[in-house]
Nanobody
Framework: QVQLVESGGGLVQAGGSLRLSCAASGTIFRVFSMSWYRQPPGKPRELVAAITRGGSTNYADPVKGRFTISTDNAKNTVYLQMDSLKPEDTAVYYC???????????????WGQGTQVTVSS
């Protein structure tokens, strides 16, 4: 089985920083990409940032220049450094990994349980 476990959420004042981590564990053959999503209160889940195994990154416009996604491929871990946080960044943050658990198994998305980030004004 594959598990994704997030950590690093919490309460921070506007302008502050937080670093989220997400480690994938279990039977993993290859991770192809890892991503961070968020779901603000009363709104649908949205993509925040994504990174491929080769290091290509993609960011949502509202976080460009403030958030940085990175990975440690050896540890199957993805990070999200969040700087200059704003109250509108308040959300539950989820990590996702597109991975194959076996050499002959098709890749699919796996999700973490989410971690709350609250930014006070």
């Amino acid at each position: 089985q594959v598990q994704l476990v997030e950590s690093g959420g919490g309460l921070v004042q506007a302008g502050g920083s937080l670093r989220l981590s997400c480690a994938a564990s279990g039977t993993i053959f290859r991770v192809f990409s890892m991503s961070w999503y968020r779901q603000p209160p009363g709104k649908p889940r949205e993509l925040v940032a994504a990174i491929t195994r080769g290091g290509s990154t993609n960011y949502a416009d509202p976080v460009k220049g403030r958030f940085t996604i990175s990975t440690d491929n050896a540890k199957n871990t993805v990070y999200l450094q969040m700087d200059s946080l704003k109250p509108e960044d308040t959300a539950v943050y989820y990590c996702a990994a597109n991975l194959s658990p076996g050499i002959a198994t098709m890749a699919r998305d796996y999700w973490g349980q989410g971690t709350q980030v609250t930014v006070s004004s």
